[in-house]
């Protein structure tokens, strides 16, 4: 834990912030993908796509994802990554659901902490917050972000029916958006404007005029889940109208998880992992690429 602080402290000391790339984003109206992964092949294959276009990277766990890697392997994979390649790499712990998940992932080491207290009373989620805040000052963490307004869909899964109909009070309310990050202190603000977390049989639009009025209240930083299955061209709007990070997680599993079922159809005698994965790297990579492309983070670095 020692180390890890101190190795922060450092990275700090040396570079800039995940915050400062927020506002460099902000300025240049690009934005970061969050690439969640939950094993160290995902993550090879998303650092390899950061590598060859000299995108800083944004990776992210969720709580199943980290438990299955473990924080701190999470945590030390990150800066191998980072040592390797030169580039800046951050990670954020994504949808944390209580005070202490977060304190776990805090002190394991993350740079950015997600709290999701939209299942919460508003009070109970801000009092949480605030002292999420608290915590992450501590331990020199620049990126908290708040959520109160549920996104649907539920896991970011492969959903085999057509998108829910949202109506106006799905949307975040500016006005509520504004008092709860003013109340909270939080950094960045999840906000739902159409995005579902998964990919459903049929697409539909941002509600971009929301989006506007929410950016409008002056929000430093806007973020948005579910952006897999969201065309690129409703991505891009949105990256103009201030938002500066994107989540994106089913879309990576899709790529590891179904290369590796063919790979193992095609070679059912194979029993070598490092024979069975390196295609799934690759498609990973592929994905990372495209999104790379489509938040325009290229370069960037
Ligand atoms: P998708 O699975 O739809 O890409 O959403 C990921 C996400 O928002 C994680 O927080």
């Excluded at 709580?63 to 800066?79: C, I, K, Q, R």
């Excluded at 009092?127 to 908290?144: D, E, Y």
Aim: proline share 4%; charged share 25%; hydrophobic share 40%.
């Amino acid at each position: 834990r020692y180390c890890n602080f101190v190795s922060r402290i450092f990275r700090v000391m040396k570079g800039k912030s995940l915050k400062d790339y927020f506002g460099k984003a902000r300025k240049e109206k690009w934005a970061l993908a969050q690439f969640n992964v939950s094993c160290a092949e995902q993550l090879q294959g998303v650092v390899e796509a950061g590598a060859e276009t000299k995108s800083p990277l944004l990776i992210g766990t969720s709580e199943g994802d980290a438990n299955f890697f473990t924080p701190s392997l999470a945590v030390d994979l990150v800066a191998f990554w980072r040592k390797e390649t030169g580039l800046p790499i951050f990670l954020n712990f994504d949808h944390g659901k209580s005070f202490e998940v977060l304190e776990r992932a805090a002190k394991a080491g993350y740079d950015a902490l997600h709290f999701d207290g939209s299942k919460l009373p508003l009070e109970e989620n801000i009092n949480i917050a605030k002292r999420i805040v608290v915590l992450a000052r501590k331990h020199r963490i620049s990126v908290v972000e708040g959520e109160f307004s549920e996104v649907p869909g539920g896991h970011s899964d492969l959903h085999d029916e057509v998108a829910p109909v949202l109506t106006g009070q799905d949307y975040t309310d500016p006005q509520e958006a504004l008092d709860f990050v003013k109340k909270s202190g939080v950094d960045s603000l999840a906000i739902m404007v159409g995005t579902l977390h998964g990919i459903f049989k049929t697409t539909q639009p941002l509600n971009i005029q929301r989006l506007q009025e929410i950016s409008e209240r002056g929000i430093e930083f806007l973020v948005l889940h579910g952006g897999s299955g969201t065309p690129g061209q409703e991505l891009r709007a949105a990256i103009q109208k201030g938002v500066v990070k994107i989540n994106v997680s089913t879309d990576l599993r899709v790529a590891f998880t179904n290369t590796l079922k063919e790979t193992l159809r095609e070679n059912p005698a194979e029993i070598a992992p490092y024979n069975l994965l390196p295609k799934s790297v690759a498609a990973v990579k592929q994905v990372a690429l495209t999104w790379i492309a489509v938040v325009g983070s290229a370069s960037k670095i």
